[in-house]
């Protein structure tokens, strides 16, 4: 319990920190530290349950991921990012597979493709958190993130079937690959399926019944697990149901349906929990890194080197040749996309060579790698133990520890002085939605207004006209409040009747804002960050 505690205080320290410390520190690495700390304060490291440790903290991670991903930036770059999820991710599991073997003939082959699997999927937030104080384009981080997305899941994936045939001894690619189309397929069906069948139910109970923002809350809480554990007992991939349910949250979300304070409240929760449950894992990664390192050096001297610098030499080859992997696979993915764009008579897209290292070193790696090396079973089907586990995991941890240090050391040297596009559609977009939304307003006032004045005709009518055209002007609450007024029976009526409008001109404008987002006419992003805007005035006015 002491630990725990411990751990939750870390990462509330490690927000003060990053904003203490007079140089720019990626969050992540000071909560590795401050891991490593508090395993050398009681001694003892927290028992890890590999299925129950990926059950907490993976499904509402990915369907959190899925669900405020961009989706027109997604589909806009869908090739530029299906290539870097899945050819990326094969092209690495292969390449880094044979090297890890070649380097370190300890390692079996399926253990080396493992560890090469779950060192593939790339951290947005971490690059995030590095890229605060530089400009990185809007446009390349939306494919980062596609990336990351999409790359967790076939990443996971490819690492389940590399730690089964390490468990059985025996693989079949034609069997494999039958079982990643059923468990892809059904994962994304699943995932899909039950936010859907949970988010109707949902909107129809509220309609009826009304909405009470707490069940709400927990509900969307709950759907991760749900969708997780569905897609386990149709042996579906647990990963992408995940993903799926958190897409098709984004999808349900345009409906509109949930109240304002609902979805204040709901981004609060889970913002904390993102912020929690990231933070928790790189604490527990310096936690557990003495213990790791002390089995990664038994291993190391299996293979007849009895100095642990052999341990550090691995990793920063290992975090070398993902870096010119990366590098090459991008370089090379350009050149195809720039001829291909060439011979359809279409303007090919150009990158520097400055923007392409940037991308390179952007392949963070962080909180998926460490939730899943950190499954890898402890025994193998006859009992005996997994081999190289400790040496996998210091590895994939070291790793880590590297790409954050690099990243956070080179991109602000790359992206600095670099000449950032302005994002001229999504400013388009924003204004699009702003006078969409004051137009929808406008339209909703005049005719509550209109109701109002036939409800109450024993009311000065001019008295709402006032209100009214305060609230058109600039659509603020306290644009609708007279200056000097000292009648306070009067104050209090303008009062009333301003927030009634208010109110209307707010719901107008959020339904409208849900039409355009619906009819792909402002991206989900765009509507997403107005309507919250509009939430908060909505939260106020209550």
Known sequence: MGISFAMLLAVIASAFAVRVLPVAVPVPLVQIAMGAVIAGVFGRGVRLEPELFMLLFIPPLLFLDGWRIPKEGLFRDRATILELAFGLVIFTVVGLGALIHWMIPAVPWPVAFALAAIVSPTDPVAVSAITARVPMPARVMHILEGESLLNDASGLVAFRFAVAAAVTGSFSLASATLSFLWVAVAGLAVGAGFTWLVTAARDRFSRRFGEEPGAQILMSLLIPFGAYEAAALVHASEILAAVAAGVMMSYAELSGRASAVTRVQRTAVWNTLQFALNGIMFVLLGEQLPDIFRGAVGVVEQTGHENPWWLLAYALAISAALALLRFAWVWVSLQISMRTAARHGRQAPKASLRMIAAVSLAGVRGAITLAGVLTLPVALADGSAFPARDLAIFLAATVIIVSLIVASIGLPRLLNGLEVPPETEHH???????????????????????????????????????????????????????????????????????????????????????????????????????????????????
């Not at 109701?451 to 609230?471: G, K």
């Not at 001109?505 to 849900?514: C, I, N, P």
Request: include cysteine; proline fraction near 3%.
């Open 428 to 542: 388009a977009q924003q204004d699009l939605a702003h006078q969409a939304a004051r137009r929808a307003g406008i339209v909703a006032i005049e005719k509550k207004l209109r109701q109002l004045v036939e409800a109450h005709p024993q009311t000065d009518p001019q008295l709402y006209t006032e209100v009214a055209s305060r609230i058109i002007e600039s659509l603020t609450p306290q644009a609708a409040l007279p200056e000097g007024d000292t009648d306070a029976a009067r104050r209090d009526k303008q009062r009333a009747i301003a927030q009634v409008l208010h109110v209307a001109a707010l719901q107008a404008s959020r339904e409208e804002l849900f039409r355009l987002a619906r009819r792909r006419e402002i991206s989900d992003e765009v509507c997403r960050e107005v309507v919250r805007k509009l939430d908060l005035q909505e939260a106020r006015l209550a």
